[in-house]
Nanobody, 126 residues
Framework: QVQFVESGGGLVQAGGSLRLSCAASGFFLQYYAIGWFRQAPGKEREKISCISGSGSSTDYTDSVKGRFTISKDNARNTVYLQMNSLKPDDTAVYFC???????????????????WGQGTQVTVAS
């Protein structure tokens, strides 16, 4: 059974940092790309980052480039999202997701992903 459990969210002041974790079970991360999404109140869910199965390739949406870093530990079957220089606009529920059909990144839309975690709330106070 494929499952994701996100953790690490919380309340932080603007300029602060958080590290989100996405622990996977039921499959091996080393073979599949994993995406991080976020959904702010009243907005659509947007993809913000992806890491390939091997971990050698990553991508980021423009709004988080230079501030967020995605990484993975295949031994722990866990993907991380290090978030620095947080802004109030980063406030959202953050989700990890996979479609388990490809090892490379390149899927940018919510409907392309079949498996989702429950999400973790990130709130950035100004």
């Amino acid at each position: 059974q494929v499952q994701f459990v996100e953790s690490g969210g919380g309340l932080v002041q603007a300029g602060g940092s958080l590290r989100l974790s996405c622990a996977a079970s039921g499959f091996f991360l080393q073979y599949y790309a994993i995406g991080w999404f976020r959904q702010a109140p009243g907005k659509e869910r947007e993809k913000i980052s992806c890491i390939s199965g091997s971990g050698s390739s990553t991508d980021y949406t423009d709004s988080v480039k230079g501030r967020f870093t995605i990484s993975k530990d295949n031994a722990r079957n866990t993907v991380y999202l290090q978030m620095n220089s947080l802004k109030p606009d980063d406030t959202a529920v953050y989700f990890c997701a996979a479609n388990l059909m490809r090892s490379s990144c390149g899927l940018d839309y919510e409907h392309e992903y079949s498996y989702w975690g429950q999400g973790t709330q990130v709130t950035v106070a100004s």
